[in-house]
């Protein structure tokens, strides 16, 4: 049964970033990205500005900025980030819909865990309330543990991103229902506990149905390095057009 909730597809940008980095030729542009995707029905675009700089650079983020506001003002821009680096410069000046907060290292070579509570509850609490008093929706990128999910709303934020790479990993195992039903249950925790849900991190073309099947309500998927990839093959919106369709075949889909 679906809920009413619709599920927005987000995408992440890091790897146009990342190969366009490689040369000094601007090529490939992260905001035609961005257009042709947004095109073709995407509901916001997601980037995570790492301090190293290695692939989306402080001046994607402000000219995405400003492309949304201009042209998509009804798509969302979500800003991810650990909000005791630099994420709170991007918070500040550019108020995006969502700052989504990640408790990564500044080297680390990828996301790979959420935030601990009750460890980090106090350290939370005042950048999520800073962001939440300049209108920016907050979401804690999380592992799924429901038990942590009442303490990740009483710090203050709006919404829990499930990390997802445990779920994609499991999924030629004989684990992958466990922890399918993990999830579920930790997005279910999440909704008692009054947070909305969003998911990311291993999504993909393959694996994206199953999942929204199981776990109800999600609000919002980013989804970037696997959807670079189909991108490479089937173009921007051919590839946004996929992950479209794999959002509608699980029975949720966020107007467009
Ligand atoms: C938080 C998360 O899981 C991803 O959004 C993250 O942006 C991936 O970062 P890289 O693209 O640098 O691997
Ligand atoms: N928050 C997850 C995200 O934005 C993209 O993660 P991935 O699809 O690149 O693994």
Not at 41 to 57: E, L
Not at 94 to 108: C, I, K, M, Y
Not at 118 to 132: F, Q, S, T
């Amino acid at each position: 049964m679906s809920s009413s909730i619709s599920t927005a597809l987000s995408v992440n940008l890091n790897k146009v970033a990342l190969v366009r980095n490689t040369r000094q030729l601007g090529i490939p542009s992260v905001l035609f990205a961005a257009s042709m995707c947004l095109d073709a029905g995407a509901q916001g675009i997601t980037v995570h500005p790492r301090p190293d700089r290695r692939h989306i650079r402080p001046q994607d983020v402000r000219e995405l900025s400003a492309l949304l506001r201009k042209k998509w003002p009804k798509a969302e821009f979500n800003i991810e980030g650990n909000p005791f680096h630099n994420l709170m410069e991007f918070v500040r000046e550019l108020r995006p819909h969502q700052a989504t907060f990640v408790p990564d290292s500044e080297t680390q070579s990828t996301s790979d865990h959420g935030w601990s509570f009750p460890e980090d509850a106090e350290r939370l609490r005042p950048v999520i309330a800073e962001a939440k008093a300049l209108g920016v929706r907050v979401s804690l990128f999380m592992d799924p543990n429901p038990d942590m999910m009442a303490a990740a709303k009483a710090a203050g934020a709006d919404r829990v991103e499930l990390y997802t790479e445990g779920y994609a990993a499991s999924r030629e195992t004989s684990e992958a229902q466990s922890v399918l039903q993990l999830y579920a249950e930790a997005a279910r925790a999440a909704q008692a506990a009054g947070l909305e849900v969003n998911a990311g991190h291993d999504l993909s073309r393959d694996n994206l149905t199953e999942f929204l099947r199981a776990v109800p309500g999600v609000c919002e998927v980013s989804i970037g390095h696997a959807f670079v990839s189909d991108a490479l093959e089937l173009g921007y919106t051919g590839a946004t057009r996929e992950y479209l369709r794999r959002i509608e075949e699980a029975g949720e889909q966020a107007p467009r």
